[in-house]
Every structure is written in C-alpha cells, then in structure tokens.
C-alpha cells in the first residue's frame, strides 16, 4: 500500500493557470507545493487556447490584469525565464455604431495605463493589415501592443521555473477521490495519496468534476468552440494584427499562425456540452462555410482561401463570463481558479500570481477579490459595455 504524502499546497490542473499559479507560489516563498495533473502538462484546456494576449477590456479589473499581463508576456525571460514565442501583432478591434461610445471609453481607460490604443480611420487600419476591408463597420480601434504566444511553450515554460523552485510536479496523476478531515485535506490519485491543508483547483473546465467530490458545484457551464486555419496563395505575414470583428454574429477574431494561415475563432457562447472528456475535434463544413463567408468579407482575398484544419477546445463559461478565483466559502484552506469563459490565457499570469499572493495571505499585486464567486448571490455580477461575451 502506498504510503499518503503530506504537502502544505496542493494544486490539482497543470494548465497555464496552475501551472502559474505554482510557480508564483514557489516564487513567494511557499514550500512543499505538489502540482497534480491527470495527463500531461498542458494537455488540457490551455492546449487548444488561440493564445491571443490583448487588453481591450471595459472591465477595469479584466484591464487591469490583461495590461499587467501583457508587461510579463512581452518580457517573459525577465520576470519569469523562458520562452513563451511570443510575436507582438497588434490589435484592431471593429465595432458597430452602438459600440462606438463605450469603445472609445475603453480606449482611454487603456490610455490611462500606458497602453497605446487610439480610433483609426478606414485607411489607417489598412495601413496595418494591407487585405481587410472596414467599409462596413462603424468604429476601429487599434492597439499596437498586443499580440500572442505559444501555449504549450508559456505552461512548460512556468512549470519548468516552478520545478526550479522546489515544486513537485506530478503527471499521470488523476485525481479519483478529494476528502475533508478536520483542516486536513486528502487527495486520491492513481498514483497515490496526498494530504495537504491547502487544496487549489485549477482545472478549468474540469473543476466540477472535482467539486463534486467534496459536494461543491461551481456555476458555469462547459461548450465547445470551434476553431480552424485558412490559406491563401499570397503570404499572410506573420505580424499583420489580430483582428476581433465584433460586427460579426459569432464575434469572430482571427490572427496569423505558423505556415502563412490565418486562424479563426469566435467569441460567441459555442456549442454547450455536458462533459469536456467528450470534446472530439471534428468541425463540421457547416461552420466552415459559414466562417468562410464571414472572413471573405472582412479579407476579400479570402473568397477562395482553403480549409487546412480544425479543433475544438472548451470553454468554462460563467453567467457573466468573468472567472471565478479565490476562496470556496464554507471550506477553509479551498480555492478555486475556473470559468475562465476564454480569457484564461491572456490573464493567467496575474491570476497565478494573485491567487498565489491570496493562498499565503499576502495582499495580491494585482487585486483578485472582484473575482469571488459570492458575486453571484449578492447581485454583484460584472457587466461589460458591450453585453455578454468574451470580450467582457
């Protein structure tokens, strides 16, 4: 019989978010952190992510993290070490005329924190990206600092910092069984016990299913969005700007990716499902044809674009598709970082490090408490200017 390990932290996720979240608690000073994750590092959610790093957001708090965020993302060696391929774009953002007014308040909100953003005309924006067309959208916006990294490299990347510090990482290691002894945690997994007073959950998608083990039920919902790569005869540079078109039905955005394609997503809610084990990445010609029709009018030249591939990723969405992140209430020494809705990525440096900062009892750098899931019974849900969304 295997012997039960004792840890003064566990983590249960080895995505983007756990992993940060480990390294910044190891970073802190923390010891005996034990990083638990059923398969392999960043094989879960955080594998599938698009990766795009920006800071338009008219939630102050979601800003103020995308721009701290953004500073670690740009200069990752320094405050970390490592490399995360990291390729500034730029950002345009296109809106319709009801979106102008309250886009424009972002912009100067960003403005306030040394983001460079400002309203460019139809010829400016071509200026940036030489084969769209905004004949039809109202309002543009442009952000020169934006731009987007490599997932598997940004997880492996802290977790290798985080194992240089001490953390025990565990792979293969699915967790089968979570129980409460007093302040005392015990957690089952394939490969052996663990007990621990501090028990984090950073499994994304898949924090319900561990919830479910202590009887907590987190409020959000799992859908699967699809995502697909496009070609074209004449180069897509690697430096052309992400674009998010927000006069689109789907709130589609698109960015270059590795090969001269260009790779679409949306933002809309996707297809809800009951169980993210069950996400296969079959994308239906439906949707691509319909993607199609919507990126050759914002890119003309991509009236005969070729269709090279596609996945699927999950989305943990909460009722106002804003991440729910620090204490469990009612289960002292339990946390929580999920319903990232996706904005997981983009912000996971500043949420590791403030739920990091929050777990050893240190005031977090970048504050993390508007997160708390009791916004929900206490009517204080955070609404964005342009409605319900990953843009939030």
């Known amino acids: 019989m295997n012997e039960t390990k004792t840890a003064d932290f566990i983590i249960i996720g080895g995505g983007v978010v756990g992993c940060s979240v480990a390294y910044y608690l190891a970073n802190n000073g923390a010891k005996k952190v034990v990083l638990l994750e059923r398969g392999e590092i960043c094989s879960g959610g955080t594998a599938k992510s698009c990766a795009i790093v920006r800071t338009h957001y008219s939630i102050e708090a979601n800003l103020l993290h995308a721009v701290e965020s953004l500073k670690i993302f740009t200069n990752f060696d320094d405050y970390v070490g490592g490399d995360v391929g990291w390729q500034r774009t ?3 953002i296109l809106g319709p005329e009801e979106h102008q007014e309250p886009m424009e308040a972002v912009f100067r909100k960003q403005n306030a924190y040394g983001i460079d953003t400002a309203v460019l005309n139809a010829a400016e924006a071509r200026k940036f990206h030489p084969l769209i067309q905004v004949e039809d959208v109202d309002v543009i916006g442009y952000d020169s600092m934006a731009g987007y990294a490599d997932p598997h490299l940004t997880t492996t990347a802290y977790a290798r910092r985080a194992k240089d510090f001490g953390v025990d990482i565990k792979t293969d290691a699915p967790v089968t069984g979570i129980h409460l002894n007093g302040e005392t945690k015990t957690v089952q997994t394939t490969n052996g016990a663990y007990e621990s007073p501090v028990v984090i959950l ?9 919830g479910r083990m202590l009887g907590v039920s987190f409020p959000y919902e799992v859908s699967r969005h699809k ?6 005869d004449q180069p897509y540079q ?14 589609i955005y698109f960015r270059p990716e590795t090969g001269g394609v260009v790779l679409v997503g949306t933002g809309d809610h996707g297809d809800p499902i009951e169980d993210p084990d069950t996400l296969r990445d079959h994308v239906d010609m439906d949707h691509v044809t319909r993607i199609d029709g919507l990126i050759s009018n914002r890119m003309p030249a991509f009236e005969e674009a070729r269709f090279i591939a596609g ?10 598709w804003n991440p729910l992140v620090g204490p469990v209430p ?8 999920t319903g990232f809705s996706g904005h997981g990525f983009k912000l996971a440096p500043t949420i590791g490090e403030g739920l990091a900062q929050t777990v050893l009892g240190q005031e977090p750098r970048v504050p993390i408490d508007i997160y708390d899931m009791a916004r929900f019974d ?13 843009i939030s």
């Open 227 to 232: 995502v697909i790569t496009l070609k074209i």
């Open 238 to 251: 690697p430096d052309w700007p992400i674009v998010k078109d927000l006069t689109t039905p789907d709130k």
């Open 330 to 337: 009612g289960y002292e020494g339990l946390f929580v970082a």
């Open 202 to 210: 950073a499994a994304g998608p898949w924090a319900n299913q561990l």
């Open 90 to 92: 730029g950002y345009l």
């Open 378 to 390: 206490s009517g204080q849900e955070l609404h964005g200017a342009y409605g319900i969304g990953s």
């Open 311 to 320: 996945w699927t990723g999950p989305y943990d969405i909460t009722p106002d």
